[in-house]
């Protein structure tokens, strides 16, 4: 059982606009530590998707965005496209754990 | 461009030690602004941050369900670090990643590529 949580799948059309949330707690998300997304295709390592919150790295389209509200987060897709299809991590830091945190991971499935 | 490698046995056998080896390139582990630590990911399952260290200081931070069989160290003359885990069971069979962040609450700035360990009963 993960610290925090994210919905085990989700899915969309091509074009079509996903959100993928990630609930915690008062003492990780909403002890205001950062949360940040990860986009991980079969086989690969997870590649950074989201730092910060909102922030996307360089090379990241602006398809992607990122929110955080409380003791939760969001990941948002918009546009979606095939290449989209992937497992989809948030990570924070829970201060009663004093560990770094991931969700359980979100398959994303592109109709 | 940092550039992270995994290397180590792909199997294990049950009740051993693990042990893997990080070789950094493209930068220097000793430059005194990351935290160099080890993710791991069970087989059609999630990831768990099993810990690192700060290579400047020798500081180390693990994973309290892991604690008492993890060793993280480093070996700054090869650019190298190192994860050592002790009483492996099956349930350690995970693939194992590199990884290095600027501090706790940041993201994982670079990945190596994994390494699938496989313990053997």
């Known amino acids: 059982q993960s610290v925090l949580t994210q919905p085990p799948s989700v899915s969309g059309a091509p074009g079509q606009r996903v959100t993928i949330s990630c609930t915690g707690s008062?003492?990780?998300?909403?002890?205001?530590?950062?949360v940040h997304w990860y986009q991980q295709v079969a086989g690969a390592a997870p590649k950074l998707l989201i730092y910060?919150?909102?922030n996307r790295p360089s090379g990241v389209p602006d398809r992607f965005s990122g929110s955080k509200s409380g003791t939760s987060a969001s990941l948002a897709i918009t546009g979606l496209q095939a290449e989209d299809e992937a497992h989809y991590y948030c990570?924070?830091?829970?201060?009663?754990?004093?560990?770094?945190?991931f969700g359980g991971g979100t398959k994303l499935t592109v109709l | 461009q940092l550039q992270l490698r995994e290397s180590g046995p792909g199997l294990v056998k049950s009740s051993e030690t693990l042990s893997l080896t990080c070789i950094v390139s493209?930068?220097?582990?000793?430059?005194?602004?990351?935290?160099w630590g080890w993710v791991r990911q069970p087989p059609g399952k999630g990831l768990e941050w099993i810990g690192s260290?700060?290579?400047?200081?020798?500081?180390?931070y693990y994973n309290p369900s892991l604690k008492n069989r993890i060793t993280i160290s480093v070996d700054t003359s090869k650019n190298h670090y190192f994860l050592k885990l002790s009483s492996v069971t099956a349930a350690d069979t995970s693939v194992y990643y590199c990884?290095?962040?600027?501090?706790?609450?940041?993201?994982?700035?670079?990945w190596g590529q994994g390494t699938l360990v496989t313990v053997s009963s």
């Open positions: 990884a290095t962040t600027r501090g706790y609450s940041y993201p994982v700035d670079y």
């Open positions: 910060g919150n909102n």
């Open positions: 990570q924070s830091y829970d201060r009663s754990l004093s560990n770094v945190v």
């Open positions: 008062s003492s990780n998300i909403g002890a205001n530590y950062d």
């Open positions: 493209g930068g220097s582990i000793n430059s005194g602004f990351d935290y």
């Open positions: 260290i700060y290579s400047y200081s020798g500081s180390t």
